[in-house]
């Protein structure tokens, strides 16, 4: 399924794989790259938008929607965010796109994050939703925040316990997402809804989004731990959004994690569920205009 109207569907072969995407527009490339548990469609009010600017290209990640897993011998390292983020910018290479910016909700936004630090040179703008980096979020999870997370721990067990589970009832393992963490009850409507868990109760989504998780386990947190140590930091204009946490007590500030990663740092809390691009298109676009700025249209 597009549902993305007037938008060209193509696999970008890379690095042994197929990479599925969705592009249209003209102008500055902007890549959109989707999270948990959902696919490229989740970008479809932003993109159209954008569209009208900017060469938006919206990609599902490996081994999501309609993306071949990737290549190699299997295993939580061949789903490293740096392994990703380099595809992708293999993808957009491909696509004739040298430099560009790049925007991720939640496990996309982990690429995002990824290919910013390691392709500094490649990505001119970031945009970052509802998500802070992977140390960060594991170092601040404790007590019942851990109740909250518990896919986090769940999908990273490093037998296949998960897929096991999962298979018995994937509907309602990822329909609990999608409807629990949705503020706005008409956000995803029932055919994206159906798209969504069509492509994830897929044994080789359910897989794929396995050792995802287990990548952010063992893998991304010890890249994640050297860039810290070592000081750096990203070099490009960086946008992070989140979702207001109500009366919820979040246990770290997104605030402070983002600008200890980004000194050129523009932030905005929008009143809505996880689903920022679906839930609030409107001011997601216009951060993202925002972020990539007049001079890039």
């Known amino acids: 399924m597009n549902g993305m109207s007037g938008f060209v569907e193509q696999t970008v072969s890379v690095r ?162 999608l409807d629990t963490w949705t503020a706005a009850a008409d956000a995803i409507p029932a055919d994206i809804r159906a798209a969504y868990l069509t492509a994830a109760r897929a044994p080789r989504a359910i897989h794929a989004i396995c050792q995802d998780y287990r990548a952010s386990a063992f893998v991304d947190a010890e890249h994640d731990r050297i860039d810290r140590d070592a000081g750096r930091r990203l070099t490009m204009p960086v946008l992070a959004m989140w979702q207001d946490p109500g009366d919820t007590v979040l246990p770290f500030d997104p605030q402070r994690v983002w600008a200890d990663w980004a000194p050129d740092l523009r932030t905005h809390v929008l009143p809505c569920g996880h689903f920022l691009p679906e839930e609030r298109p409107d001011e997601v676009t216009a951060a993202i205009r925002d972020l990539i700025g007049e001079d890039e249209r």
């Not at 794989?17 to 959109?32: E, M, N």
């Not at 790259?33 to 959902?38: A, E, T, V």
């Not at 159209?48 to 990737?70: K, M, N, T």
Request: some cysteine; charged content about 15%; overall charge negative.
């Open 16 to 177: 042994g794989s197929g990479v599925h995407v969705v592009h249209g527009g003209a102008g500055h490339p902007v890549l959109l790259l989707h999270g948990f548990p959902q696919t490229h469609l989740v970008w479809r009010h932003v993109a159209a938008s954008l569209a009208e600017d900017f060469r938006v290209v919206c990609a599902d990640l490996p081994g999501y929607g309609a993306s071949d897993p990737p290549a190699g011998e299997d295993g939580p390292a061949r789903y490293a965010k740096r392994v990703t983020a380099a595809t992708m910018v293999d993808v957009m290479r491909e696509l004739g796109h040298e430099r560009f910016s790049i925007v991720g909700h939640d496990r996309g936004a982990l690429v995002a994050l990824r290919a910013a630090l390691d392709h500094p040179d490649t990505i001119e703008h970031l945009g970052v939703l509802d998500v802070i980096p992977t140390i960060d979020n594991w170092a601040a999870l404790n007590g019942i925040g851990g109740v909250f997370a518990f896919h986090l721990y769940l999908l990273a067990q490093p037998s296949d316990l998960p897929e096991r589970m999962i298979a018995a009832d994937p509907n309602a393992f990822f329909g609990h997402f």
